[in-house]
């Protein structure tokens, strides 16, 4: 058994997830419940996290679990918040269970999620009529800059 890809995690911590252990007979649902249970930790892209198998040197079978971890926000900001403290809006996301902080794992689906907070907790506040657009910078393939730029809605 083999974990390739992760960075942060150490492999000694990814296999207290996994229920296969070496030496055990292969069961494909076990494996299967395994990837799923990696995917459930929330540090793994959900679309390049996969499970493989491969022969073994003595005639086993190998598998593999390749991962890849999400990068880590290590820089939050919002641009554009009038009217409204940034500690406001900090506490909306940490209430309302979104998992974008800084030195959170960086989730593009909990990114929307967090936008759609903020445009309700501004909406609250007097702007109802609010865009928020979410950008990310990649500052290396472990961190990115998460900045929320709002701005209200022009009127024609």
């Known amino acids: 058994m083999d ?15 996994l229920k296969t252990r070496p030496g055990d007979a ?9 990837l799923q249970a990696l995917l459930a930790l929330g540090v793994f892209d959900k679309t390049q ?8 040197h003595r005639g086993g079978i190998v598998v593999i679990f390749t991962v890849m971890e999400m990068p880590l926000i290590s820089d939050l900001k919002f641009i554009g918040l009038q009217d409204v403290a940034e500690s406001d809006v900090l506490e909306a996301l ?52 998460l900045t929320f730029v709002i701005a209200r809605e022009k009127r024609y």
């Open 3 to 17: 974990i390739e890809g992760n960075y942060r995690l150490r492999d000694e911590d990814i296999f207290q997830s």
């Open 26 to 34: 292969y069961n494909q649902t076990t494996i299967e419940s395994d």
């Open 49 to 56: 996290t996969r499970v493989s198998v491969a022969d073994g």
């Open 94 to 145: 940490r209430k309302n269970q979104t998992g974008i902080a800084k030195n959170g794992v960086y989730d593009p689906v909990k990114a929307n999620i967090a936008r759609d907070v903020i445009k309700r907790l501004l909406a609250s506040r007097g702007w109802p009529n609010v865009i928020v657009e979410i950008r990310v910078d990649e500052e290396s393939f472990k961190t990115v800059s």
